[in-house]
C-alpha cells in the first residue's frame, strides 16, 4: 500500500489577503521610517554641521578676544617695563651722585680735622679754646653727620633699586610668558579643518590642575603692576628726599665752612692786633730801657763825682786837726765841713738807693722786653698757624650742590 505524503496545511484566502496586506503596511512603515530617518539625518548633518561650523567661529572669536586681551596686558606690562627701567637708570645716577657726594665729604672733613692739629702747634696763652676750634670742631661734627646721613641714604637706595629690578624681573617674565602665549594662540587661530598638521590628541580634553581662572590671571599681572607702579612711587619719593638731602647737606656744609673762615679770619685779624700793640708796647720798652741805662749811668756818674768833694771835706777836716792848741777850735768851720761830709753821705746814699732801684727797675724792663719778645713769637707762631697753614689748607675746601 503506498505511503500518503503529509502535505503543509494551507492557509485560506483570507489569511493571504491579510498576511499581503500586512507586508505591504510593514514595508510602508518601515520605509516611511527610513525616509523619517533620512530626512532627519539630513537635518542632523546639517544642524551639526551649522553648530560646529559656529562653535569653530565662536572659538576662532574668542581666541581673537584672548589675543586682544594678551596684547592689552602685554603692552600695559610693556609700558610699565619701560618705566621701571628707566627709574632704575634714574635710580642707579642718583646712587653715583650719593657716592661722589660721600666722597667729596672727605676731603673738607681731613681739612678740618688737620687744621684742628695743626692749631694745637700754638704755644703759650694763644693755646686757647677760641671760637675757631669751637667752630671746627661743629664743622667736623657736621660734616660726619652729613656723611652719615649719606650712607645711610646709600643704603636706602640701594635697597630700592634692588627692589625696582625685582620688580623689572617679575614683569620682564611676564611679559615673556604673554609673548609664548600669543605666539602659540596665534599659531592657533591659523589652524582650520584643511591644516595638513591637525591630529588627534591624547589626554587634552581636560582642564589642567595648575590652571588659573580669567580673573586669577588678570588680577596676577594687575598685581605685578600695582607692585611695580609702588615701587616706582617709592624710588620717586626717596630721588626727591635724595635732591632734598643733597641740597640741604652740601648748604649745611658751605654754611659752617663759611662760619670757620670768618672766625678765622676774625681770629688773624686779633692775633694780628695784639702782636701789633705787643711791638709798640716792646718798642716803648726798648725805649725806656735805653732812658734807664743813661739815667744808671748818670747815677754812677753822680756818685764817683762826689768822691771828690767827700775827699776834699775829709782833707780839710784832717788838716784842721793840726791847729796848734787853743787855735783847735769848734768854729763855723768845723761844724761845716762836718756838716758837708754828713750832707754828701746822705746824698750819695740817697743816690745809691735811686741807683739800685734804676738798676731793679731796669732789670724789670728787659724781663718785660724777654716777655713782649716771646709772647710776640707766640703770636708770630699763632699767625703761621692760622693764617699760612690753616687759610691756605681751607682754600681748598670747595663745596658745590652735589
Not at 115 to 122: A, Y
Not at 171 to 199: G, R, W, Y
Not at 276 to 294: C, F, P, R, T
Not at 325 to 333: F, H, I, K, M, Y
Request: charged share 30%; net charge negative.
Amino acid at each position: 500500500m503506498a505511503k500518503l505524503v503529509q502535505l503543509p496545511p494551507k492557509f485560506l484566502p483570507q489569511e493571504w489577503s491579510v498576511a499581503n496586506k500586512t507586508r505591504y503596511a510593514n514595508a510602508e512603515s518601515q520605509r516611511s521610517r527610513s525616509e523619517r530617518l533620512v530626512a532627519e539625518s539630513q537635518r542632523l548633518v546639517d544642524e551639526i554641521e551649522q553648530r560646529t561650523h559656529k562653535s569653530q567661529q565662536d572659538v576662532n572669536k574668542k581666541i581673537e578676544q584672548r589675543l586682544e586681551e594678551i596684547q592689552f596686558w602685554k603692552d600695559e606690562l610693556n609700558n610699565k617695563l619701560e618705566e621701571t627701567t628707566n627709574e632704575i637708570e634714574q635710580l642707579v645716577a642718583y646712587k653715583i651722585r650719593l657716592e661722589k657726594a660721600l666722597e667729596a665729604c672727605k676731603e673738607p672733613l681731613a681739612i678740618a680735622q688737620q687744621c684742628l692739629m695743626e692749631r694745637e702747634k700754638r704755644v703759650g696763652i694763644d693755646l686757647v679754646h677760641d671760637e675757631v676750634e669751637r667752630e671746627l670742631i661743629k664743622e667736623v661734627e657736621v660734616i660726619q653727620g652729613v656723611m652719615a646721613l649719606l650712607e645711610r641714604t646709600l643704603e636706602q637706595i640701594t635697597e630700592q633699586i634692588r627692589l625696582c629690578r625685582t620688580a623689572k624681573y617679575t614683569l620682564e617674565k611676564d611679559v615673556a610668558d604673554k609673548f609664548q602665549a600669543m605666539k602659540i594662540d596665534n599659531h592657533c587661530s591659523t589652524l582650520n579643518n584643511n591644516t595638513p598638521e591637525i591630529h588627534y590628541a591624547d589626554g587634552v580634553v581636560r582642564i589642567q590642575g595648575n590652571s588659573v581662572t580669567p580673573s586669577e590671571w588678570e588680577e596676577f599681572s594687575n598685581m605685578n603692576i600695582v607692585n611695580t607702579e609702588k615701587q616706582r612711587n617709592n624710588a620717586l619719593a626717596l630721588r626727591a628726599l635724595i635732591d632734598s638731602i643733597l641740597s640741604e647737606t652740601a648748604g649745611d656744609m658751605r654754611k659752617q665752612c663759611d662760619t670757620v673762615n670768618f672766625a678765622l679770619k676774625n681770629r688773624v685779624k686779633e692775633t694780628k692786633d695784639a702782636k701789633n700793640k705787643l711791638e709798640v708796647h716792646l718798642a716803648k720798652v726798648m725805649d725806656e730801657i735805653s732812658s734807664q741805662e743813661k739815667n744808671i749811668e748818670q747815677l754812677r756818674k753822680s756818685i764817683a763825682d762826689k768822691e771828690g768833694p767827700i775827699k776834699v771835706a775829709h782833707s780839710r777836716l784832717e788838716t784842721r786837726t793840726l791847729r796848734p792848741n787853743v787855735e783847735l777850735c769848734r768854729d763855723p768851720v768845723q761844724y761845716r765841713l762836718l756838716n758837708e761830709v754828713q750832707e754828701i753821705a746822705t746824698n750819695v746814699e740817697r743816690l745809691q738807693e735811686t741807683l739800685s732801684l734804676a738798676e731793679s727797675e731796669l732789670k724789670g724792663l728787659i724781663r718785660n722786653q724777654l716777655s713782649l719778645e716771646e709772647e710776640i713769637q707766640v703770636k708770630e707762631n699763632t699767625l703761621y698757624v692760622d693764617e699760612v697753614v690753616c687759610m691756605q689748607l681751607r682754600e681748598a675746601i670747595s663745596i658745590n650742590n652735589f
